[in-house]
């Protein structure tokens, strides 16, 4: 995949939850909004990781962490 496709997905998948986390009255819903937002973050961890440097790992270790 290219990079530009994988950076649309992410903000669209942060966008989407970020607005199921301000209108949600519900918690469970807001909890995974915002799990849905980190994983986003993740998302773009990777993707610039392997893109800047696919020799290390440090995209996907952050990932772990966060």
Known sequence: MMLEHVLVLSAYLFSVSLY???????????????????????????????????????GAIFSIFL
């Open 20 to 58: 199921g986390l301000i209108t949600s009255r519900n918690m469970v819903r807001a909890l995974m909004c915002l799990e849905l937002i980190l994983n986003a973050v993740n998302l773009n961890f990777v993707i610039f990781s392997d893109f800047f440097d696919s020799r290390q790992l440090k």
